[in-house]
């Protein structure tokens, strides 16, 4: 084993190091292993209930009217979150573009939408009109209240229950941290605000941003009360697959709502033609338990490795997670650097390819990212990005497989002990 590693570049000493802490793990790999069995297993069920056939694999063209394929798509992924319809659409360019979709389409002039656990992602803040932009819910009059955590990190129930008045429609509630420091709630404590929200204003719609979510536990947003759960279909649900697309899965109103923003007031949900994607979508939900869980064995994996070498991880090594999302504190711009040719060196695709920091839109420092992926921008496969700033952090997320996700942080290990940045014992 150690010498097909050195032929990728891995020393004998990294590849110790590293073997003894995945040794450490095998307790927590196993619990990952059990809940991507039982989403196995409830993506199976909704597949054979819906009886899915080679005709579903057919390509649409045009108005993509009778789409056999796409509707019966439509309903496993409704009938895997439990909810009573879903729109799973390549015509969806995006995540953002699915919560936009969620939102225009079931908020109307007046109304409000609560955050009632701080800021949303960063580019929800220019389609709510956080900060002003052209063709933002705040220019078709639509306002925008929020209530931050509290310093421990809780709920502020209190002022939660203040900011809820006759204008607020709409709660929208991250599951992920994102980019923030907060942790990523459990889907748990995402029912029991939801619960809360509906004690009080029964009529709100619950929407939860599930990107990055899905599959990590055995339920999801839609089984604790969301009215709509909004992803990604190149983060965990495509399972690396899916080249475009994104998902909203909820009550028949909301969703019937969000297609006629889709495509438009009187066509919804009926046209949309899939171009011979289908299959890839399919393959992509059956795989993507599957997927998540390797992604996760990946982060508790690097989470441990960084700790030990004496970084600060978030989550840290022990903690539940909530999402594949994780953060390590590298503290020195060399130290991002390294990482992040690390990643690249190990990937499948672009390995030869030497990341830099770059000046990206829309960010107020460089930014450096790394990614080798088969479908462009995918975090579910390995990728990394690091902000060229203080405190000099890396996000670290996906891997199709394990063993690969294993072989980016060993390489990433690799790279900073060869930059003379670490010293392993
Ligand atoms: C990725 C992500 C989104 C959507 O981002 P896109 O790049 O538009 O797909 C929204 N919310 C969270 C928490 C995310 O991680």
Redesign the pocket.
């Known amino acids: 084993m150690k010498d097909i590693y050195e032929k990728l570049g891995i020393s004998p000493a990294v590849y110790d190091y590293c073997h003894r802490i995945e040794e450490s793990l095998s307790e927590r790999f196993q619990k990952f292993d059990q809940t991507a069995e039982y989403n196995q297993m409830k993506v199976l069920l909704a597949m054979q209930k819906n009886r899915v056939s080679e005709e579903c694999f057919g390509a649409s063209s045009g108005y993509g009217y009778n789409d056999h394929g796409r509707d019966i798509l439509e309903r496993v992924y409704a009938d895997t979150f439990h909810t009573e319809s879903c729109l799973v659409r390549p015509q969806i360019a995006?995540?953002?573009?699915a919560?936009a979709i969620a939102l225009f389409g079931n908020l109307r002039p007046g109304d409000e939408i609560l955050a009632p656990a701080g800021k949303p992602?960063d580019?929800l803040e220019e389609v709510i009109g956080i900060r002003p932009s052209r063709g933002s819910l705040a220019e078709f009059g639509v306002t925008y209240r929020q209530v931050d955590l509290l310093h421990d990190g809780t709920f502020d129930y209190e002022t939660i229950r203040k900011s809820i008045n006759e204008k607020t429609k709409l709660v929208a509630i991250?599951r992920?941290k994102?980019y923030q420091t907060r942790p990523s709630f459990s889907v748990q404590e995402i029912g029991a605000l939801i619960a809360f929200v509906k004690e009080i204003k029964p009529e709100v719609i619950c929407m939860v941003?599930n990107?990055?979510g899905e599959f990590v536990d055995t339920i999801e947003p839609s089984d604790v009360g969301a009215d709509m759960t909004v992803g990604?279909l190149?983060?965990n649900p495509g399972g690396g697959l899916a080249p475009i697309g994104g998902y909203i899965a909820g009550t028949k109103e909301c969703v019937e709502n969000a297609s006629y923003r889709m495509t438009c007031p009187g066509l919804g949900m009926e046209v949309g033609a899939t171009l011979g994607v289908n299959r890839s979508f399919y393959q992509g939900f059956f795989l993507a338990p599957m997927v998540t869980k390797g992604a996760l064995k990946g982060a508790v994996f690097a989470a441990n490795v960084y700790e030990k070498l004496g970084f600060p991880v978030v989550p840290n090594g022990r903690e539940p997670r909530q999402d594949i999302i994780q953060a390590v504190t590298l503290g020195s711009p060399e130290g991002v650097i390294a990482f992040c040719k690390g990643i690249q060196a190990a990937a499948p695709v672009d390995s030869f390819v030497d990341p830099q920091p770059w000046d990206m839109p829309g960010y107020d420092s460089q930014v450096i990212m790394a990614a080798g992926a088969f479908v462009q921008g995918s975090?579910i496969e390995l990728s990394a990005d690091g902000p060229m700033k203080e405190p000099y952090a890396v996000y670290f997320q996906g891997g199709l497989t394990w063993e690969h996700a294993k072989l980016g942080i060993m390489m990433s290990v690799q790279k900073l002990l060869d930059a003379g940045l670490i010293q392993i014992s």
């Open positions: 995006c995540g953002t573009h919560l992602y580019t991250q992920s994102g941003d990107c990055y990604s190149i983060k975090s």
